[in-house]
């Protein structure tokens, strides 16, 4: 018997935080990468998200790929996209200023910097292990892959189940609204432009930001003489992109509407109804899913 897919797909997540959590006890220094700690990281990375997404899709069946959205977004859409980037990181900020505030987080985290245990990469071994590599390996599975097993309770439960999921795999409470944010924004890109590598190029966009400037964010954000001004500035800026996305999300819409190209979702994805929702937000793997979320954050904030 096939598995339903709201039970499946958490089940993948789970086995994914469980080999992250399990990578954390790996001495990384002592590998034969050593001389390279980025290489290494890249490695984990590829063999806990790439390997296990792919015997997923293979076990799902032939046609599940098509699913997937794996077709190429097209210039006209790479507007779009960076506006989606820039709500991003005006958002993030905007939230990581509150939280930061409020004594929720330390303004400093991060899932991957953890195994470089003070080690000091060059650029271009950075940007590839966190910008680069990340962006495409979680996009194929929490967006590409989630999305797709979640779209039979609806887009609405897709979004929200696979950015609740996504949101978890940051283990860390005081994170966990900045990544549930950041995987709203990744999955709504990927379904105005119906592709998963728009929603790739965002999170690019978002993880090359954090590389370049996150530091310089951060200072700013605990430097309590600024926070007035920043909340200002920010919030204002971040209305005026969010208006802008808007208007551009609309454009694209309308372009559809003129061509006559219906989303492949449109007409097999019943609309939002709260007991599909419910049932998959409280499906026994997603709980589980949640409770493994707890236990590893807790473990890793060392409390």
Known sequence: ???????????????????????????????????????AIIVLQLL?????????????GDGFIKKMRLAPIGIEKLLLTLLAAFVLIL?????????????FIDAEYSLYYYYLDGTSPGVLYSLIAFAVVPSVCEELMFRSLLCAEYESSGTVTAVIASSMLYAMFGMNFGYFPVYLFAGLMFALVMYITRSVFASMLCHLCYSVFELAAGETVRTIITKPQSTGFLIFAVAGTFLLALAALFGEAERTYYGYALSGKRAEYAEKCPRFNLRLFSQALLAPPFLVALLVFIIAAIQFSGV
């Not at 089940?11 to 290489?39: H, K, P, Q, W």
């Not at 998200?49 to 899709?57: D, E, G, K, N, Q």
């Not at 958002?91 to 004594?103: C, E, M, R, S, V």
């Open 1 to 39: 018997m096939k598995l339903k897919s709201t039970f499946a797909a958490p089940i993948l997540v789970i086995f994914v935080m469980l080999m992250f959590t399990a990578s954390r006890y790996i001495d990384i220094g002592s590998l034969s990468y050593r001389e390279n700690i980025c290489l």
């Open 48 to 60: 806990i998200l790439v390997v296990p997404s792919a015997f997923y899709t293979k076990i799902r």
């Open 91 to 103: 958002g993030d900020t905007l939230l990581k200023l509150a939280l930061y505030n409020i004594g």
